[in-house]
C-alpha cells in the first residue's frame, strides 16, 4: 500500500521525532494525560495490564492464558480506579508501551492510571502508545527503568508527543484498526501453518517409530495400550535397558550455588524452549558443584529429556555441550548399542511415547515425572539397519517440512515489521490517511 504523505510540515523540537504535519501541535504527554489516583470502589474488579489484552479483568486473563488468578490477599482497598478509555502503566511499561483499558476496575497501586483529555480519541493513542517509535523513545527517559523499576509519571509526562485535531485521530484510529485487523488475518493464517507443519511432522516421526516403513510388514499387539500394533518382529524394552552401559538416566544438580564466572553450564528446563539446546547463555555452578554431580554430565549423543514443567521435551546434546551438567528438572540417557541417538530422539518424541509421560506426570502447581517412571518409559527397538532408515527418512521429511516452516516463519516476521511501521508511520503524520 503506498499512501501520499502530507503537504506541509515542520519540526518538532523533540528529540526523538523530526517532523510532524504542519497543523499538528507538540506537547509534553503531561498536558494531554492526568495521572489519577481515585480509589478503588466496592464492587470493583480487579483487572490486569497485558502488553498481549490490553487492561483486562484478571479472570479474562485466566481464561485467555489458562492461568490461575492472582487476586489481592489484603483486599482491593489501597487500589486505583480505573475508568474506560483510562491508559495504564505497568511494570511491562518499558518492554511493551502503555495500556488502554475499555473496563471499569481497579489495578494495583503498582500501577500509574492515565485519562486523556476530552479532545484525545482513545482509539488513536492506544495505537500511539504501543507504537515501536515511541516506546523506543520512552525507553531513553532514564537507565534506571532497566533495573526492573517502574515508568514514573514525571518521566511519562516529560516526554513531547504529537497531538493530530480530534477528526485525524479518529480517521488515523479507523484507518489503523482496519489496516492491522487485515494484518493479522493474514499472520493468524501463517501461524496455522506453521502449527499444521508441525503436526505432521510429529505424526510423520510418530508412525515411523512406531509402525515402520513397511506397510506390508506383519504386526503384532504390542502390549501396551498407547502403542496399539506394531511389526512383529520389532522388540520392546524399558528406556533403561537401551541405556549405555556404566550410565545413569539421572536428574543434575539440586542447588547449583550462585552464577560462577568461568565455571561450568547446567541445562534448565528453560533451556529447552526451542527445537535444540543453546551453544551458549547457560548459567553456570562451580566445578566443585559439578565435580559432586559427576553421574549427571553429559555428551555428545545424550538425550536430555525435561522432567518437571514441560515433561517429556527430549532434545539432544550438541558437541559443543559435552562436559556440561543438568539441574533437578532435567535428566539424560545416554543411548546403547541396540539404539542409534536419531531414532531413540524420534522415539520419545512420538505421540506414542509423550501420552506416557503425561499420564505419568504428576503434581498440582506444575507436572513432573519421577526418575523411576522415566527409566521404565517402553521404548520399541527396530533391527538397526531399519533404525538407520528411519533416521534417514524422518531427516528427509523433517527438512521438507523445516523448508515450509521457514518460510512461513519469514512472512511472519515481515507481516509483523509491516504491522509496526504502518503504525509508527500513521501516528506520527508520515502518511496522510485521511481520504482511505
Known sequence: MSLPRYAEYKQTGASWLDEIPSHWHVHQSRRLFEQRRDASQPGDEQLS????????????????????????????????????????????????????????????????????????VAGFWEHFLKSAKYISALQTTTDGIRDGKNISYGQFGALCIPLPPPEEQAAIAAFLNRETAKIDRLIAEQERLIALLAEKLQATVSHAVTKGLNPNVS????????????????????????????????YGIVQAGPHYEGGVPYIKTSDMAGDRLPLDGYALTSPDIDASYSRSKVAAGDLVIAIR????????????????????????????????????????????????????????????????????????????????????????????????????????????????????????????????
Not at 90 to 116: D, H, K
Not at 226 to 250: C, D, R
Open 49 to 120: 495490564a497485558t502488553q498481549k489484552y490490553g487492561v483486562i479483568p484478571q479472570r479474562l486473563f485466566m481464561e485467555q492464558e489458562d492461568q490461575r488468578v492472582v487476586l489481592a490477599l489484603s483486599g482491593l482497598d489501597n487500589f486505583k480506579r480505573v475508568q474506560p478509555d483510562d491508559f495504564v502503566i505497568s511494570l511491562r511499561s518499558f518492554q511493551g508501551g502503555i495500556e488502554r483499558s475499555r473496563y471499569a476496575g481497579c489495578v494495583s497501586p503498582a500501577y500509574t492510571v492515565l485519562r486523556p483529555q476530552s479532545e484525545l
Open 219 to 250: 504386526m503384532k499387539d504390542s502390549g501396551v495400550a498407547w502403542l496399539g500394533k506394531v511389526p512383529s518382529h520389532w522388540g520392546l524394552k524399558q528406556l533403561k535397558h537401551v541405556a549405555q552401559p556404566g550410565t545413569a538416566i539421572t
Open 309 to 436: 514443567a514441560t515433561v517429556g521435551k527430549c532434545l539432544p546434546v550438541p558437541p559443543e555441550l559435552a562436559g556440561a551438567n543438568l539441574t533437578q528438572g532435567t535428566a539424560k540417557v545416554s543411548p546403547g548399542e541396540d539404539v542409534t541417538p536419531a531414532f531413540l530422539l524420534g522415539s520419545l518424541r512420538s505421540s506414542a511415547t509423550q501420552a506416557y509421560f503425561d499420564s505419568m506426570a504428576k503434581g498440582a502447581t506444575f507436572k513432573e515425572i519421577t526418575l523411576d517412571a522415566l527409566r521404565r518409559t517402553p521404548v520399541l527397538v527396530p533391527p538397526m539397519h531399519e533404525q538407520l532408515q528411519i533416521a534417514t527418512f524422518i531427516d528427509g521429511e523433517a527438512s521438507k517440512l523445516s523448508t515450509l516452516q521457514v518460510g512461513a516463519e519469514h512472512t511472519v516476521v515481515l507481516l509483523r515489521e509491516r504491522r509496526s511501521a504502518l503504525i509508527t508511520a500513521a501516528v506520527t503524520g508520515q502518511i496522510d490517511v485521511r481520504d482511505t
